[in-house]
């Protein structure tokens, strides 16, 4: 067994131990399987029509495809040339929804598309394609504050685009067009929001519970079979109905359940990496000789490069970032963007998913396969009330959710409340614009400094409260357990703070310390933890989960982990 298993085994058993799990009902009338984004928004769909619901996840929440995002919620802009107009509509109409439901999760992000006498998409044709793309989001602005509204479109001449990003490669240059999505700072979060916000509204959810077995009784249930990673404990429940959401893994669930797959995935590798800032404030889109596109997005202070599309033909466990596919991203955005000058010693951080495609014999590989949605219905194949979701995207996950609840919901007897999921905040969300929020919070902790007011109402939305209460002076309002610290920076000069890491360590299902530093706070997808900070945040968390010294340095060496790229011999397992 290698450190980075035997870590993680480690530490999930301890934390497990600290924190009661939730008690499993006997019964319910919906079990989700697959804790992504898929999964999370079905769930809190299924917590505000009262239908009983739970979740159940192999890994971490969001710990899959839904880490492995661009960070972006948009509209699909390049499905245009594909003609699916009606799946441009549906993101775009998403695209405002989140931002609606969710705006301390979403950021006007500015994108610099540029235009070279070589390319393929000239001048005209791209400002046909963008005019499109704002009549579709025709309604983006409607009912949002001023902070989240989206400008049109507009182009710029060649002197004004090298002014706005100095680095973009000249020869040939036009101009540039910039138009507007959102940036989406921390999409792993935003898919734990949705989980703990349903289970406020009495569903359940337990991470690091994988199902061993789904079995349909003569009685029409679902017998479900689970397995506790923490302490290796059996449970079973039984449910009316079953949603597989495991994305990349939805195949492999089907045949588990009725013994055949309905319908092939096609499995689509896409990785990005975290390097230091080499553009400004726009995400600058680049084209390959092949056609196919990425971004560099500007990032907490960084520049995330990615993302990548080929198709994986492993299993999705054995999926890894390689050191050779990052440095075939470097090559790219070196010979695209000269002024980069990246290495391989550029490289703080990486990431990367498998998007689950629907197999489309239209399509020419999986940069061209379509990212429609697709929900089948097992009746047919003697498994009613059985249900899988696969295909489509982050920014269309609510969507998903409600046409499968819809299903759902004619399925199970009784009545159930109609979707609310477009219009009801989550938690986080409850508020109308940023400078509202700040001025009631400054209004209710006036002992407080202004700065941990905005710095966390930025990154937790309304639930900043629960951790502000913490913050004020007086040791009444103290965690007994653990002494209080000085504010923390990391090297990006962003600022965490010790009441905010233990909010995050006590109430939302942390078992390991990678789910506190890559799924939940963002600690460490910027890059490495300074040493020290990195010691002083392990005690913090081994204090309040009862860890061992010896649990502890462990911990320290997983996170190290974490940074190092999977050696070249994997590169064998992305083909056939």
């Known amino acids: 067994m290698n450190i980075r298993t035997s870590v993680s ?110 390319s393929k998409v000239g001048r005209f044709m791209m400002g046909v394609a963008l005019r499109v793309y704002d009549l579709l989001g025709f309604d983006r602005n409607r009912g949002l504050s001023p902070e989240l509204k989206l400008p049109r479109a507009r182009f710029l001449n060649r002197k004004q685009t090298i002014q706005a990003e100095p680095g973009i490669h000249t020869d040939g240059l036009i101009g540039a067009y910039i ?31 994988p199902v061993e077995k789904v079995r349909r009784e003569p009685n029409g249930l679902y017998r479900i079979t689970i397995r506790d990673s923490a302490t290796g404990r059996l449970h079973t429940t039984l449910a009316r109905t079953v949603v597989n959401a495991a994305g990349p893994w939805a195949d492999y669930l089907d045949r588990k359940v009725t013994g055949r797959i309905e319908k092939n995935l096609i499995r689509s590798k896409g990785i990005h990496l975290v390097t230091r800032q080499i553009n400004r404030e726009h995400t600058v889109v680049l084209f390959r000789p092949d056609g196919t596109h990425m971004f560099i997005i500007p990032w907490r202070g960084k520049s995330i490069l990615g993302t990548t599309d080929t198709q994986f033909h492993q299993h999705p466990d054995r999926m890894r970032v390689t050191e050779a596919d990052a440095r075939a991203v470097i090559a790219d955005v070196n010979r695209m963007y000269p002024a980069a000058r990246l290495s391989i010693e550029d490289v703080e951080y990486f990431y990367g998913g498998l998007r689950p495609l629907v197999e489309d014999g239209a399509a020419s590989g999986t940069y ?44 199970l007897p009784g009545k159930f409340g109609p979707c609310r999921t477009d219009r009801e905040p989550l938690p986080a969300g409850n508020f109308r614009n940023q400078d509202e929020l700040i001025a009631r919070l400054k209004h209710e902790f006036p002992e ?31 965690n007994n357990s653990v002494e209080s610290q000085n504010a923390w920076q990391l090297k990006n000069g962003e600022t965490y703070y010790p009441e905010e890491i233990d909010y995050v360590i ?56 974490r940074y190092q790229l999977a050696p070249a011999r994997w590169i064998s397992l992305d083909r056939p």
Not at 179 to 196: G, K, Q, T
Not at 372 to 379: P, R, V, W, Y
Not at 543 to 552: N, S, V
């Open 506 to 561: 006590q109430r939302e299902d942390i078992h390991t310390i990678e789910d506190l530093y890559f799924r939940r706070a963002g600690l460490g997808t910027i890059g490495p933890v300074p040493e020290g900070l990195n010691k002083l945040i392990v005690h913090r968390m081994g204090l309040l989960c009862g860890w061992t010294r010896k649990q502890m340095q462990w911990a320290r060496q997983s996170i190290r982990n």
């Open 9 to 118: 085994k480690t530490s999930r058993e301890t934390g497990s131990r600290q924190r009661e799990r939730s008690e499993i009902r006997a019964r319910y009338d919906l079990v989700i399987i697959g804790g992504g984004i898929s999964g999370a928004t079905l769930l809190w769909d299924a917590a505000l029509r009262g239908v009983p619901a739970l979740l159940l996840e192999k890994n971490d929440y969001a710990s899959g495809t839904s880490q492995a995002t661009s960070k972006l919620i948009h509209g699909g802009l390049r499905y245009l040339k594909n003609g699916e107009l009606r799946l441009v509509r549906e993101s775009l109409r998403e695209r405002r929804v989140l931002a609606t439901i969710a705006p301390h999760a979403v950021r006007p992000e500015p994108f610099l598309y540029p235009i070279y006498r070589t």
């Open 368 to 411: 061209n396969a379509s990212r429609k949605q697709e929900i089948l219905d097992h009746a047919e194949s003697g498994y009613p009330g059985f249900y899988t979701v696969i295909g489509g995207k982050y920014t269309t996950s609510r969507l998903l959710a409600e046409k499968t609840m819809d299903l759902v919901s004619r399925y």
């Open 179 to 209: 138009y507007y999505d959102y940036a989406n700072v921390n999409p792993e979060r935003l898919c734990a929001e949705f989980i703990l916000s349903a289970r406020q509204r009495g569903a359940h959810a337990r991470n690091y519970s």
């Open 448 to 478: 407080l400094p202004e700065e941990p007011i905005r710095t966390l109402s930025d990154r937790y939305g309304a639930n900043a409260r629960m951790i502000l209460v913490n913050m004020r002076p007086g040791p009444k309002h103290r």
